[in-house]
């Protein structure tokens, strides 16, 4: 496996302003967000759909879960900071559906 490299402050703000920018936020070297489901279950299944992206990225969001709120957060920990993999997975995170 390779070894990601660190993106430098101004490679992170390009890529969060880009086209294909994730939409997530920038908080404390990180990337965050949060999504409001519809219920419990719905969070749940929503958590398990996220764990599905992060086993076939070989690359794992901090996962906090409070009632219907599911708040995830994602930096490469083995450089330090953003990475690829964050933006990618993110990218990935974006594009799963929140049911109904």
């Given amino acids: 496996m390779v070894r990601p490299t ?5 490679a992170v703000a390009a890529a969060l302003s880009g086209p294909d920018a994730p939409a997530w936020d920038l908080v404390d070297g990180m990337l965050v967000k949060s999504v409001e489901c519809p219920s419990f279950p719905i969070a749940l299944d929503f958590v398990v759909a996220v764990g599905r992206l992060a086993e076939e990225a070989d690359h794992h969001p901090d996962i906090d879960i409070r009632w219907r709120t599911v708040r995830l957060a994602l930096v490469t920990h083995d450089v330090g ?19 109904a």
């Fill in 81 to 99: 900071g953003l990475s690829e993999l964050d933006l990618s997975l993110a990218r990935a995170i974006d594009a799963l559906p929140v049911q």
């Fill in 6 to 10: 660190r993106l430098d402050d101004a």
